[in-house]
T-cell receptor, first 116, second 116 residues
Framework: SQTIHQWPATLVQPVGSPLSLECTVE??????LYWYRQAAGRGLQLLFY??????ISSEVPQNLSASRPQDRQFILSSKKLLLSDSGFYLC???????????????FGPGTRLLVL | GENVEQHPSTLSVQEGDSAVIKCTYS??????FPWYKQELGKRPQLIID?????GEKKDQRIAVTLNKTAKHFSLHITETQPEDSAVYFC???????????????FGKGTHLIIQP
């Protein structure tokens, strides 16, 4: 079974500072990878997804970006953080098998970001 | 795109009673419907899922039903226990050919409170 790692677990950053959150996956090859954001007491918003190295799709316009430099590595970045970027960032993975149906997604432990 | 509505936003039930959470979806092409449980400060955990070729699925005290005609699906928890207290999210996915990397569209969540 796959294991998803995220770091850091918690981050406090000033407004205008850069951001880099990392997600790595073990136990599977060529997974689909996802970044979600969860604001306090709210649902899950899909930010980016990737079907392979260097392939990134964005779901919402924002000051965040994502990159996938390796098969099992997914990075979320920002050049200048906003107050509204605060939230719980979750990386998720599924097997990425070419089928007609969505595979089960599993979530990493998350990074709690507070922008002050 | 897909839109998922989830009700109620908060549900309080007596320990031992049943709880039902309902979701509707907009895209008739959706074919995969997972349910996640999220305890405070933790990652969402998959508890049960159902695909569109099945009308009902059960796992011990948890069951999910799907009505494709009406485009709604429900989570049923019987004999509720204090450890069932959490936020529950439903989701839907179209899962197109090519790995299904459209991601999941989540409902806004239901805060389930089990009263002792």
């Amino acid at each position: 079974s796959q294991t998803i790692h995220q770091w850091p677990a918690t981050l406090v950053q000033p407004v205008g500072s850069p951001l880099s959150l990392e997600c790595t996956v073990e136990g599977t090859s060529n997974p689909n990878l996802y970044w979600y954001r969860q604001a306090a007491g709210r649902g899950l918003q899909l930010l980016f997804y990737s079907v392979g190295i260097g392939q990134i799709s964005s779901e919402v316009p924002q000051n965040l970006s994502a990159s996938r430099p390796q098969d099992r590595q997914f990075i979320l970045s920002s050049k200048k953080l906003l107050l509204s970027d605060s939230g719980f960032y979750l990386c998720a993975s599924d097997r990425g098998v070419t089928t007609r149906t969505q595979e089960t997604q599993y979530f990493g432990p998350g990074t709690r970001l507070l922008v002050l | 795109g897909e839109n998922v509505e989830q009700h109620p936003s908060t549900l309080s039930v007596q320990e031992g009673d049943s709880a039902v959470i309902k979701c509707t979806y907009s895209d008739s092409a959706s074919n995969y419907f997972p349910w996640y449980k999220q305890e405070l400060g933790k990652r969402p955990q998959l508890i049960i899922d159902i695909r569109s070729n099945v009308g009902e699925k059960k796992d011990q005290r948890i069951a999910v039903t799907l009505n494709k005609t009406a485009k709604h699906f429900s989570l049923h928890i019987t004999e509720t226990q204090p450890e069932d207290s959490a936020v529950y999210f439903c989701a839907a996915s179209i899962g197109e050919i090519g790995g299904g990397a459209d991601g999941l569209t989540f409902g806004k969540g239901t805060h389930l409170i089990i009263q002792p």
